[in-house]
């Protein structure tokens, strides 16, 4: 490894203003991941060319890959910014290029507003509601088949690689995205939210649901959990087609 490399960071002063790139030169640390590159940075926010600039603005929590919060753009790949390997991404080329997520409101430099992903989940009502929080005894069982499939969906860390990669997902469309359409069909799958499961699939149904999307299927390969999305959205693709016939004999 070199003693020193360099960063490149595309920059945004505010929501509205242009965006520009700067490029910085950090001293190489063994076990060095994107945040600790970006810390580095932030203590000393001097460009290649000697201009003192601002500290780069990001959003991180966990450092584990768990949160979701630091996805980032990272040489061309979206990811999260905590598990990126400074080595690792210097063995493919000799500098590391940072960019925010295209697909949302810019708040500043990397830091993005991820505000539609969570208005989405409560567009699914991505949740079960409770008659009592008292002690009522165990719940219903489910199958170890039903529990795998849940357990994997319930890895979604609302991360936003998904939504970047999906060319559905942009300003001209309405579509609500691949990471709500699993969490409906997570809280369908357990016994006591199918009891509420039509309310979950009404909004699929409409503008932005599930007909709208293209199964490009980028979001399944970028998805650092592995979370099962395409499946899931052949799963809710039948659910609302069954759900949409029942209505039509129902007439």
């Known amino acids: 490894m070199p003693e020193k490399f360099r960063v490149t960071i595309q920059r945004q002063d505010n929501r509205d203003s242009r965006p520009y790139s700067q ?4 001293e190489h640390k063994p076990q060095m ?3 600790s590159v970006l810390q580095e940075i932030a203590a000393h926010p001097v460009t290649v060319d000697g201009e003192a600039t601002t500290p780069v603005v990001w959003d991180c929590n966990c450092l584990e890959e768990v949160c979701g ?3 980032m753009v990272i040489n061309g790949h979206v990811r999260q910014a905590c598990a990126a390997l400074v080595d690792e991404l210097l063995a493919d080329q000799p500098s590391i290029d940072i960019k925010p997520m295209s697909k949302f409101p810019i708040v500043r430099d990397l830091f993005v507003d991820r505000s539609h992903m ?5 567009k699914v009502q991505a949740w079960i509601p409770v008659d009592t929080y008292g002690h009522i005894g165990p719940g219903p069982g489910t199958s170890p088949e039903v529990q795998d499939i849940r357990y994997a969906i319930s890895r979604c860390m609302t991360c936003g690689c ?7 997902f942009n300003d001209h469309s309405e579509f609500i995205g691949p990471q709500s359409i699993a969490q409906a069909l997570f809280f369908n799958m ?4 199918e009891l509420t499961a039509q309310r979950r699939l009404d909004p699929l149904m409409g503008p932005g649901g599930i007909a709208d999307c293209g199964n490009a299927q980028n979001c399944v390969k970028v998805c650092p959990k592995e979370v099962p999305l395409t499946w899931a959205i052949g799963k809710i693709g039948r ?5 949409a016939i029942k209505r039509w004999f129902m007439q």
Do not use: R, S, W
């Open 69 to 71: 919060a630091c996805t």
């Open 33 to 35: 991941n994107v945040i």
């Open 162 to 168: 998904c939504m970047e990669v999906c060319p559905q």
């Open 190 to 193: 357990h016994p006591t939210g």
């Open 118 to 122: 969570f208005e989405a989940l409560k």
């Open 239 to 243: 659910d609302t087609t069954k759900l």
């Open 23 to 26: 490029t910085f030169e950090v």
